[in-house]
Nanobody
Framework: QVQLVESGGGSAQPGGSLRLSCAASGFTFSTHCMGWFRQAPGKEREGVAHIPYGVGNTYYATPVKGRFTISRDDVLNTVSLEMNNLKPEDTAMYYC????????????????WGTGTLVNISS
């Protein structure tokens, strides 16, 4: 049974930091591309960052470049998203997702999804 369980969401002030984590189980983590997506109220879901399995480059959406860092641990089967210099526009539900192919990650064609963790940035 595939599970992706996000944690680490919460509230922060603008300029603050949060670290999201996603614990994966039920599939071969090391051969899946992992991504973080977000959906703000009234908006469509968007890709935030993804990290391929094996050799390859990480991807960041333009709004988060230089502020967010995605990383993975293929021993612990976790993927994390370090978020710094947070802005009110980062407020959203954040989802962890997995894709069987690195090319699928780039398209947002994910095979498995978590249930999300809420991030709220306000002063």
């Amino acid at each position: 049974q595939v599970q992706l369980v996000e944690s680490g969401g919460g509230s922060a002030q603008p300029g603050g930091s949060l670290r999201l984590s996603c614990a994966a189980s039920g599939f071969t983590f090391s051969t899946h591309c992992m991504g973080w997506f977000r959906q703000a109220p009234g908006k469509e879901r968007e890709g935030v960052a993804h990290i391929p399995y094996g050799v390859g480059n990480t991807y960041y959406a333009t709004p988060v470049k230089g502020r967010f860092t995605i990383s993975r641990d293929d021993v612990l089967n976790t993927v994390s998203l370090e978020m710094n210099n947070l802005k009110p526009e980062d407020t959203a539900m954040y989802y962890c997702a997995a894709a069987k192919l690195n090319t699928a990650c780039a398209k947002g064609d994910m095979a498995y999804w978590g249930t999300g963790t809420l991030v709220n940035i306000s002063s």
